[in-house]
């Protein structure tokens, strides 16, 4: 008998590919004697290694001397490794006595990032301006920063907080402290700039926050706040470089200047908050603040980029816009493409809406009299994760509930 095959397939289900990606900068330290490169993506361990351990041919006599370009166990390296173990994607600049292209980065066509890191850099001299105002001027990424906590490093509080003073436009940026300590296999045979071992490195702070990230996400949205006892743990870590008590964790998160205070207190709030990793019982250690380092002050307080999950949320909506501007470039400016570009969009505002990092969305069609331009304006309401308990205990002869 002959046969008849029908198939069927169906893909009405299909929508538009997500924009987002998690990509992290990291500048690494180029070998002595040899020049730095280009700020160059990775995806997978193994072409990282592979162009890391490329060697650089020296002439020396009859023979060649190979020099790297870094050392693959060097700290900076070992960081992009495990990043990229955990599924991130490394974008990697070789840099010298300079510092990174902070200025080349803010372009957004030409490089797609999520979270700004400073490596392990030394900050000595402050936190790195270039890299808040690269995360300002793309508006689509977050500058991850801790400062630069040498073993002379004093935990003082006042110290502390003075190495995040005076930071403009804060909102795009978070703080992190302390560095701390790790048993990960990725980090079992660092090497310092002479290359001898470090026993029991210390992993800069912020990155502390991307290995939470990392292990967070498996499991909630990407827009839920990175902290606390369900998401704020840092796999493998075994301990801090400074062991804060609860009263620092109340000065470091602006909760007050010098002591604690009382729910909406004039001082509460008030200045950069800091987020802390944080002995706190009984989770043990783990990440213990949601904030950005938007300077909050007594008569504004706080607002919702005030939060840092609040500005990973907007950074996820502004790249898939930015991805359906590009993708819409040169279309005819009809009612077509206006339903077009909301398709592309609406995906991921859904997604939020019902995973609860906004309440609601609109999008709104503005007039314009620009010859060539589709000009539209879209309103969220964030969803704010909680830190306040304001919280009473009745004691009452019934359990009659007036309305």
Not at 85 to 109: C, H, N
Not at 149 to 172: A, H, K, P, Q
Not at 205 to 215: D, I, M, R, S, V
Request: proline residues 4%; glycine residues 6%; aromatic residues 10%.
């Amino acid at each position: 008998m002959p046969k008849i095959r029908i198939i069927e397939t169906d893909k009405t289900g299909s929508v538009q590919a997500s924009a987002i990606s998690n990509v992290v900068f990291v500048p690494i330290t180029a070998a002595a004697g040899t020049a730095g490169f280009e700020p160059t993506l990775f995806s997978s361990v193994n072409a990282f290694k592979e162009f890391i351990e490329e060697k650089v041919p020296v002439a020396s006599g009859d023979s060649f001397i190979d020099t790297p370009r870094a050392n693959i166990d060097h700290l900076d390296c070992c960081l992009c490794i495990h990043l990229l173990r955990l599924g991130f994607q490394v974008l990697v600049e070789g840099i010298t006595a300079e510092e990174p292209s902070w200025q080349k980065l803010q372009d957004k066509g030409l490089y797609d990032i999520r979270f700004l890191t400073n490596g392990t850099q030394p900050q000595t001299a402050g936190i790195p301006a270039g890299m808040i105002e690269c995360a300002k001027k793309r508006g689509d990424c977050v500058a991850l920063v801790n400062a630069d906590e040498s073993d002379e490093f004093t935990y003082d509080i006042t110290t502390v907080r003075s190495v995040f003073s005076g930071i403009s436009d804060g909102e795009f940026a978070a703080g992190f402290t302390p560095w701390f300590y790790t048993n990960n296999s990725d980090f079992a045979n660092v090497l310092d700039t002479s290359n001898q071992k470090v026993e029991n490195p210390k992993i800069p702070a912020a990155f502390g926050y991307l290995f939470a990230y990392a292990n967070a996400i498996k499991n909630y949205p990407e827009w839920y706040a990175i902290a606390g006892f369900e998401r704020g743990i840092i796999p493998e870590l075994t301990g801090v470089a400074h062991e804060y008590s609860s009263a620092e964790i109340e000065i470091l998160q602006s909760r007050a200047s010098t002591a604690a205070v009382e729910l909406d207190d004039k001082t509460d709030n008030v200045g950069v908050a800091i987020n802390p990793i944080a002995n706190i019982r009984p989770a043990g250690y783990i990440i213990y603040g949601n904030r950005t380092l938007r300077s909050n002050d007594d008569t504004k307080k706080l607002i919702a980029t005030s939060f840092l999950n609040v500005r990973n949320a907007v950074s996820a909506i502004k790249k898939v816009m930015y991805e359906a501007s590009r993708k819409y470039t040169f279309e005819q400016n009809t009612e077509t493409l206006w339903i077009n570009f909301q398709s592309y969009v609406t995906p991921l505002l859904d997604n939020m809406k019902s995973g609860n990092g906004i309440l609601g969305y609109k999008f709104i069609k503005v007039k314009t009299n620009a010859k060539a331009r589709l000009k539209a304006r879209l309103n969220i309401i964030p969803v704010e994760a909680v830190e306040d308990f304001d919280l009473e205990v009745y004691l009452t002869d019934d359990l009659t509930v007036s309305e």
